[in-house]
């Protein structure tokens, strides 16, 4: 079975700084989808960044970026110029490409944004 | 686009009692996902259906547990008799053939006494 962890249960960083999230996965799939959601105090979930296995571009949103290593089954997510609406709880989820489209997700990173 | 809509928002009930949560997901999608969130577990696939068919239910918990769609605009999950482990926040997502990405509801927090 697929699993993913999230070894930092809370970061913080200071406003306009940098800071970057760990997710590591653990699949015998090839093929597969990585994403990094955004659950904010709102409860509502946001997908922040997604990356497919088989690019070996890291994949960037504006001031999202992630470092995906596929051989060490890595997926981080690098956060630029950290704005205080990017605190929140940040998960990490992973899903195969074909078969079950069920996503599975790590256990979250609360990160505080400090003015 | 009004997005996933679930409701209630928030649902308080006594152990014993049925409940039935409700989730109208985007117009045009064609999957439809149940996830429940909990402080221990953290966010669970229950149950999911492509084309109103339910695909996989691996996840649902027990016989307590039951989720229908009997159309493409509207599913519900409901939970008889309801315990108070099955406390948490229930989220409702939904996804378009060939786009990845799922979209999530606002969530039902759900409380049994």
């Known amino acids: 079975a697929q699993t993913v962890t999230q070894s930092q249960p809370e970061m913080s960083v200071q406003e306009a700084e940098t800071v970057t999230l760990s997710c590591t996965y653990d699949t015998s799939e090839s093929d597969y989808y990585l994403f990094w959601y955004k659950q904010p105090p709102s409860r509502q979930m946001i997908l922040v960044i997604r990356?497919?296995?088989?690019?070996?571009q890291n994949a960037t949103e504006n001031r999202f970026s992630v470092n995906f290593q596929k051989a060490a089954k890595s997926f981080s997510l690098k956060i630029s110029d950290s704005q205080l609406g990017d605190a929140a709880m940040y998960f990490c989820a992973y899903r195969r490409r074909g078969g079950s489209e069920k996503l599975v997700f790590g256990k979250g990173t609360k990160l505080t944004v400090n003015p | 686009d009004a997005g996933v809509i679930q409701s209630p928002r928030h649902e308080v009930t006594e152990m014993g009692q049925e409940v039935t949560l409700r989730c109208k997901p985007i117009s045009g999608h064609n999957s439809l996902f149940w996830y429940r969130q909990t402080m221990m577990r953290g966010l669970e696939l229950l149950i999911y259906?492509?084309?109103?068919?339910?695909?996989?239910d691996s996840g649902m918990p027990e016989d307590r547990f039951s989720a229908k769609m009997p159309n493409a605009s509207f599913s519900t999950l409901k939970i008889q008799p309801s315990e108070p482990r099955d406390s948490a926040v229930y989220f409702c997502?939904?996804?378009?053939?060939?786009?990845?990405?799922?979209?999530f509801g606002p969530g039902t927090r759900l409380t049994v006494l």
């Open positions: 997502a939904s996804r378009s053939r060939g786009v990845n990405e799922q979209f």
């Open positions: 990356q497919e296995a088989y690019k070996q």
């Open positions: 259906f492509n084309n109103n068919v339910p695909i996989d």
